[in-house]
């Protein structure tokens, strides 16, 4: 627990419920001294969890709301060695045509931060067929799952995923990759006994992993009258004028004359906002007091599952065609989530001055035979560190890093997510005229008692 963090946010809710610490003492019947000993970050858990279970009776606060975690990264990076990985190995076990279970997959945890919604994991397929039929009898498909999911390849897999009653199967190879939407049944299997067959699964959920207590508070029924019918792209601008209008108090009639004669035609006869002019979408968004963002929905061109097949030839000189440090192959991607991206990265120089930096949070597994160098920077400092095969490290964001070959060509997969810091978050935060004070304040809201 990061004790300094979190007696900070307790501090912030007291100021949020207009209290002081005597305040909340005289009101909770709880020790004076003990709930300053807690805002000081010097408590035991004990303390802090007897202070917070009688705090959150008296005030309408959420407990898990309250705690901050310890970074569970070292100098900006969680690494995750091949040797912990093989050690949590696990099979698991799914009836075979014979109507008897034997070992399906092959399980090993990768490297998982607590900062990040990354569930990333390394799956060898034991089960082995003889044919890319979808509906061979020894192929038993999942459930689905709530995350989104997007694959890397390795060796002989053959890919199968159910989409309206209908099987699939396609055959996959080494630098291969799929997006897989949440909740898609599929399943994975090998085609040759005698290569190695295997997927690293990165598996994420995004917003919705990051807002679900408050999604599953309100319940389903909330649920249901909030997402918007995405399956019709010409409906969602109808979808999103409806909601809003109603949490402005406007009327469609309203609407329209506020929109104008001209533009109210284009919309609703049109029933698109496909050829709206940049001014004529400012207008909606001043009217709906929404940002335009929200009114511009992607075209349900993607399938709920997206497959893309590696090319030698098809791929982007890093940084520069002048300066070949790296080969950047660009993965299988969806419009329905555009900010989980993958990449294969093929290491190409042995000293590297070129740096990478993102802004998202990042995973990366050396799938390759050859080691790596990997090098970065943490607080002004330089780190370098061996990545063998199969080793796996997350990266926080902003943290500046490259890598230098050892021998041959090694071969990176690399995936991209989105971090809390949204457009929206950040428009929000860019009014704030000491933002900083929004983790660092330790001050009362007032001077006084």
């Known amino acids: 627990m990061n004790k300094t963090q ?15 610490s005597a305040s909340v003492a005289d009101e909770t019947k709880f020790p004076l001294e003990k709930i300053n000993k807690i805002l000081s970050g010097k408590f035991t858990v004990n303390l802090l969890f007897e202070f917070l279970e009688v705090f959150s009776k008296t005030y309408p606060v959420d407990i898990s709301d309250l705690i901050i975690e310890k970074k569970d990264t070292v100098n900006g990076i969680l690494f995750y060695p091949r040797n ?38 390394w799956i060898a397929q034991t089960r082995h067929v003889k044919d890319s039929n979808p509906n061979n009898p ?3 498909y999942n459930h689905g799952h709530f995350l989104h999911q997007l694959n890397l390849f390795v060796g002989p897999v053959n890919f199968y995923y159910e989409i309206k009653n209908k099987k699939y199967c396609i055959e996959m190879n080494t630098g291969d990759s799929s997006y897989i939407s949440p909740y898609i049944k599929h399943s994975f299997t090998s085609r040759d006994k005698n290569q190695k067959a295997y997927i690293v699964a990165v598996t994420t959920g995004s917003n919705l992993k990051r807002n679900q207590k408050e999604i599953r508070k309100f319940g389903s029924s909330f ?5 918007s019918d995405l399956k019709k792209s010409d409906n969602f601008i109808f979808s999103i004028i409806k909601k809003s209008l109603k949490n402005e108090f406007i009327n469609e009639e309203k609407f329209k004359i506020l929109l104008g004669k001209q533009l109210s035609k284009k919309i609703y006869e049109n029933k698109s906002i496909e050829n709206l002019t940049v001014k004529e979408l400012l207008k909606i968004s001043e009217i709906l007091k929404i940002p335009v963002g929200e009114l511009l929905g992607e075209d349900d061109k993607d399938n709920p599952v997206v497959n893309k097949f590696i090319s030698k030839s098809n791929f982007d000189y890093f940084p520069s065609e002048q300066k070949k440090k790296f080969k950047i192959f660009r993965l299988a991607s969806s ?16 000293s590297n001055k070129s740096f990478i930096q993102f802004s998202t949070n990042l995973y990366l597994i050396n799938f390759s035979s050859q080691p790596v160098e990997l090098k970065w920077i943490f607080d002004k400092k330089i780190y370098t560190k061996k990545i063998m095969p199969d080793d796996s490290i997350y990266i926080e964001p902003y943290v500046k890093f490259t890598f230098n070959k050892l021998n041959g060509n090694p071969m990176l997969y690399l995936v991209s997510c989105e971090t809390c810091m949204d457009s929206k978050l950040l428009r929000e935060m860019s009014v704030i005229s000491e933002p900083l004070r929004f983790i660092n304040d330790a001050k009362q809201w007032f001077d006084g008692k």
Do not use: C, M
């Open 138 to 140: 020894d192929v038993i």
């Open 335 to 350: 419009n329905k989530y555009k900010d989980l991206k993958g990449f294969i990265i093929e290491v190409l120089s042995k």
């Open 6 to 20: 979190t007696a900070l946010r307790l501090k912030s809710e007291f100021n949020d419920l207009k209290r002081t």
């Open 223 to 227: 649920l249901q009258k909030s997402f």
């Open 84 to 121: 912990k990985s093989k050690k949590n190995t696990r099979f698991f076990k799914r009836l075979n045509s014979k109507k008897r279970f034997s070992e399906y997959y092959e399980y090993r945890d990768t490297a998982k931060s607590h900062l990040s919604f990354f569930y990333p994991e």
